[in-house]
T-cell receptor, first 109, second 115 residues
């Protein structure tokens, strides 16, 4: 099955710093999503991005489907950005998500 | 605003009890999913359903069953709860084939402790 690898596994930043999170996947996909898991455990949708680039405020994401990777950019990080960021893919439309192991981000004041 | 709700945020049950976890979505999605999340193991699919009264086993269905009597509601049933079912349970929904987007949305999760 498809393998999804995220890097780095952990990241510590000072408030205001920028960061890039990476997601590699081993096969063609037709859905890729980025989530932020908040301290209460809820998965918050950040981006639905099977290809191309999207921006939402301080966050942006790029997926290069032909090279099988996606990047999540966080600019001017804030303490509220702390938590775990997951990349997840599907290879069939509307099917189950296959998750990476996540990147745990800690933003220090 | 899209919405997936789960019946409880926290639940404590005893070994051997029958446990029902309820999930409701208001987006008219065909597909619904139950995952569990455990430290070191990530998120794993238990069961999913692509239509009313339809169900498919996921990666770890043992010890669980599901029910989907109405399109908006998907229930996860632990027939006889065991301590190794202590976990975070997450419900999700997504549109089926033919949709513009297949984005999957998650509920807030239920932290279940079996003692």
């Amino acid at each position: 099955g498809i393998q999804v690898e995220q890097s780095p596994p952990d990241l510590i930043l000072q408030e205001g710093a920028n960061s890039t999170l990476r997601c590699n996947f081993s096969d063609s996909v037709n859905n890729l999503q980025w989530f932020h898991q908040n301290p209460w455990g809820q998965l918050i949708n950040l981006f639905y991005i099977p290809s191309g680039t999207k921006q939402n405020g301080r966050l942006s994401a790029t997926t290069v489907a032909t090279e099988r990777y996606s990047l999540l950019y966080i600019s001017s990080s804030q303490t509220t950005d702390s938590g775990v960021y997951f990349c997840a893919v599907t290879y069939n439309q509307g099917g189950k998500l296959i998750f990476g192991q996540g990147t745990e981000l800690s933003v220090k004041p | 605003d899209v919405k997936v709700t789960q019946s409880s945020r926290y639940l404590v049950k005893r070994t051997g009890e029958k446990v029902f976890l309820e999930c409701v979505q208001d987006m008219d999605h065909e597909n619904m999913f139950w995952y569990r999340q455990d430290p070191g193991l990530g998120l794993r699919l238990i069961y999913f359903s692509y239509d009313v009264k339809m169900k498919e086993k996921g990666d770890i269905p043992e010890g669980y069953s599901v029910s989907r009597e109405k399109k908006e509601r998907f229930s996860l049933i632990l027939e006889s709860a065991s301590t190794n079912q202590t976990s975070m349970y997450l419900c999700a929904s997504s549109p089926d084939r033919g949709a513009i987007s297949y984005e999957q949305y998650f509920g807030p999760g239920t932290r279940l402790t079996v003692t």
